[in-house]
């Protein structure tokens, strides 16, 4: 076709026409390109992998971004500290994230050699901040790993990172994805994305807007919370910083992630972490958004967020329950986002476990996913004030339900 649409509307019309006719004797070049298939076109995908029996688990709740004294630009938050805290609040895990490049890499030599870094309650994950020029990205492992591999690949291509990333065994994930810092990398190299950093909630809708992009092209990746706290409270109040305000609107568990863990170890909670079966609450006491689907529509759940099933073109029922404290005869409003779109807004009121359902018939063919956030009144968090009104009307979300997603994308 010589002439294009936008620039040539009126001719084009006429040409149309004349096409119609002339493309019945003579065939039109356009039309031996439509014979092209793509490779990567979505196809009927072979079995998936069973779904994990829903029950068989237990939530644990922590943070997965924490900074210690052994990040330079922290203040009054040694590991003891975190920890203590973090117990008189109830988290089950905690990940100390401290920058790596203070220590060029080396944080078996300083956080993870701290003696405070330990604990018989708390499960400590292994990690570190991955503080790099193309931006920040948080290491989830259950064991010490070398993290140093890490560090020395920060400048190179993708391809040598992601190898790295490999051979470590890894969970890697993207940290406050826009704006400052914002990551940098591909998101072929992550597991997850921190979709809800820190008690400020308003300043998360890019990265809500960039998960729901890798979301909508294929990528399975998990949505997490990180407060992101840097600074604890003086013990006296010489030991004061410019910062030390922060304590009480932003520390442990601002947000708070909830795992389904197959074991109270921190293998599990790494691997809950991998498969999505996570949720966001804005603190510890806030209720946990639990996100169900009943594929067969006998009243029992068959799946939970992160969870990928194959759509056979039957309905499928949906359920959003909210567990821990709610509001008595209070609202909350469900938003349903499918495929990243809205597509539906539903009212929970307060009591004792309350759900909402609602039904959807997913694509036969090609990928569908719905996520879930929920809205309503702040729950009090008296160990850090400040971060009700930051966090505002925001409850939790949920991650997403999955249909044909290809598990070997
Ligand atoms: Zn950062
Ligand atoms: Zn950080």
């Not at 591999?149 to 990333?165: F, N, S, T």
């Not at 919370?225 to 009480?248: C, I």
């Not at 005869?329 to 938003?335: L, P, R, S």
Request: aromatic residues 10%; neutral net charge; hydrophobic residues 35%.
């Amino acid at each position: 076709m010589i002439f294009h649409k936008r620039t040539f509307p009126r001719i084009h019309v006429l040409c149309i026409g004349l096409l119609g006719i002339l493309t019945t004797v003579i065939p039109h070049p356009a039309r031996a390109q439509s014979t092209h298939v793509s490779p990567w076109a979505p196809t009927e995908l072979g079995p998936l992998p069973p779904i994990a029996p829903i029950t068989n688990g237990v939530w644990l709740k922590g943070d997965l971004h924490v900074h210690s004294r052994h990040s330079k630009e922290s203040s009054n938050n040694p590991i003891a500290k975190i920890i203590s805290f973090s117990l008189s609040v109830g988290m089950d895990y905690v990940c100390i994230t401290d920058h790596d490049n203070h220590v060029e890499g080396d944080v078996a030599h300083n956080t993870w050699a701290d003696p405070e870094f330990k604990s018989d309650s708390l499960l400590l994950l292994y990690g570190a901040e991955w503080t790099t020029t193309r931006g920040h990205g948080n290491v989830f492992s259950a064991r010490p790993y070398d993290h140093q591999r890490l560090y020395d690949v920060r400048d190179q291509r993708d391809i040598v990172i992601g190898a790295i990333v490999k051979e470590l065994g890894i969970h890697l994930s993207a940290n406050h994805p826009s704006g400052k810092d914002h990551f940098g990398y591909s998101y072929d190299m992550v597991r997850s994305i921190e979709v809800w950093n820190s008690a400020i909630w308003s300043r998360n809708a890019n990265a809500i807007m960039i998960w729901d992009d890798m979301l909508s092209s294929g990528r399975k990746l998990t949505g997490r919370g990180g407060s992101d706290a840097h600074h604890g409270t003086p013990e006296t109040p010489d030991k004061a910083t410019k910062n030390s305000y922060q304590a009480k609107a932003n520390y442990v568990g601002t947000p708070t992630t909830w795992v389904f863990a197959t074991a109270r170890t921190p293998q599990a909670v790494v691997d809950a972490l991998t498969n999505g079966r996570v949720s966001v609450s804005a603190n510890p006491f806030a209720p946990r958004v639990e996100f169900y689907a009943d594929l067969d529509r006998d009243g029992k759940m068959d799946m939970m967020m992160g969870d990928n099933a194959k759509a056979n073109g039957k309905p499928v029922t949906f359920r959003v329950q909210l567990s821990g404290n709610t509001v008595p005869g209070a609202t909350y409003t469900v938003k349903v986002v499918k495929n990243g779109d809205d597509f539906d807004s539903l009212k929970i009121t307060g009591g004792n476990t309350p759900f909402v359902e609602f039904t959807d018939t997913p694509a036969t063919l090609g990928r569908t996913y719905y996520r879930v956030t929920v809205e309503g009144p702040p729950t009090p968090y008296p160990q850090v004030p400040g971060s009700m009104a930051l966090s505002g009307n925001m409850v939790g979300l949920s991650n997403p339900i999955y249909f044909n997603f290809d598990p070997n994308f």
